[in-house]
């Protein structure tokens, strides 16, 4: 007998963004001086030897990890929150460790009970995995920014993302009671992603778990954190999530159940990266003046800088298409993402990742010198 016609999950996906750069990138690397790729925000510095240590330390160890993290690790979680971030009232039935934070975010609704028949709201301009999160859940993605735009609706799940990649932008104490207010009075999920906490530029960055933010009610609200930014473990696949103990432990079963457990010797590491607050300052300060030099250098060149308050990347536009911008800035060897990645509202802008050593930002500074803005 003939089983059902099968389709593969990957049809009912956007085609992945940066397969459409092939060519930019192409263009990019004939430059003599070869490319400078900004257009990914892969850390390219050093992990802090004190990291690599205790990875090493533990490398011997044989046995299967605990999905739930090591005490240690859940412990780290909470005093770090708590110590850089304000966040009190937590204890280790709060936190969960994930084998990187865009896999938490993908499967998230999925594993929290979203599907077919409900709605999970996402920013207007947004990092593409919400999207994703929502189409493998089989629920219906809605782009809104505001309140006012959802009117009456009870979306099941909400993502929301402060500072935003990619446009930097930090949601302020108002924004955030307002959307703790709104969710707590319709039952729905808010998922807010802070990766980006630790680099705020032009403001404080809050996380919705901050008492300021939900009078100690963190019913129903959850905090994505990575340490692939911050202490340059992209490589180490080293996340968590934090907040409601409920929606902790439903997570907790799901990813039990499916085997998804952050090796024993990457939790000790991101024990030795929470616990150590100077290793993150040092890396700050080497993103802070790359930031300092790549904004000089795009504004002199005739960009507009919007929002970028925050984050890894600097929110640039000449006022064009996107993609044209592009293909300019390629001709220089200088390979920079296009807004229309993150939703039609990005579409003019180009999104730079100050994550280039120091010798490739001053080689896109000194191209950007000679960037004829007159044709925008």
């Given at each position: 007998m003939t089983p059902p016609a099968r389709t593969p999950l990957g049809a009912h996906l956007p085609d992945f963004p940066w397969d459409t750069l092939a060519e930019a990138k192409a263009t990019a690397e004939q430059h003599p001086d070869g490319i400078v790729n900004l257009s990914v925000g892969t850390p390219v510095d050093e992990v802090a030897p004190s990291i690599q240590q205790a990875l090493a330390n533990a490398a011997a160890e044989p046995?299967?990890?605990?999905?739930?993290?090591?005490?240690?690790?859940?412990?780290?979680?909470?005093?770090?929150?708590?110590?850089?971030?304000?966040?009190?009232?937590?204890?280790?039935?709060?936190?969960l460790p994930v084998i990187g934070t865009k896999e938490a975010i993908a499967l998230m609704p999925t594993h929290l009970g979203v599907g077919p028949g409900h709605t999970v709201v996402i920013p207007e301009v947004a990092y593409p995995t919400y999207e994703v999160a929502a189409l493998m859940s089989g629920a219906r993605p809605q782009r809104a920014d505001s309140l006012m735009q959802l009117g009456p609706a009870s979306p099941t799940f909400m993502f929301i993302n402060t500072p935003s990649n990619p446009t930097g932008k930090i949601l302020g104490l108002g924004h955030l009671r307002k959307v703790v207010d709104w969710a707590h009075q319709r039952g729905t999920i808010v998922a807010s992603d802070e990766c980006y906490i630790g680099?705020?530029?032009?403001?404080?960055?809050?996380?919705?778990?901050?008492?300021?933010?939900?009078?100690?009610?963190?019913?129903?609200l959850?905090?994505?954190?990575?340490?692939?930014?911050?202490?340059?473990?992209a490589s180490y696949r080293a996340g968590f999530i934090a907040g409601d103990a409920a929606l902790i432990a439903e997570l907790l079963e799901v990813r039990r159940h499916n085997g998804l457990m952050v090796?024993?010797?990457?939790?000790?590491?991101m024990i030795a990266a929470l616990n150590d607050d100077t290793q993150e300052a040092i890396q700050r300060t080497r993103y802070a003046a790359r930031r300092a030099k790549l904004k000089a250098a795009l504004e002199s060149a005739g960009f507009t800088i919007d929002n970028s308050e925050a984050g890894l990347y600097l929110w640039a536009?000449?006022?064009?298409?996107a993609r044209d911008t592009v293909d300019r800035l390629a001709q220089l060897g200088i390979l920079v993402a296009p807004g229309d990645f993150y939703g039609p509202r990005g579409s003019s802008h180009i999104r730079m990742a100050l994550t280039g050593t120091d010798e490739r930002v001053d080689a896109a500074v000194t191209r950007l010198a000679t960037f004829d803005h007159s044709r925008s």
């Open positions: 046995g299967y990890p605990q999905t739930v993290g090591t005490p240690e690790l859940r412990r780290a979680i909470v005093e770090w929150l708590e110590r850089r971030y304000a966040v009190t009232g937590l204890d280790e039935s709060n936190v680099l705020g530029w032009e403001g404080e960055p809050l996380s919705i778990l901050n008492p300021d933010v939900n009078d100690g009610n963190i019913t129903g959850l905090a994505i954190h990575s340490l692939s930014k911050s202490s340059n473990l090796p024993r010797p990457i939790q000790a590491a536009t000449l006022g064009e298409p």
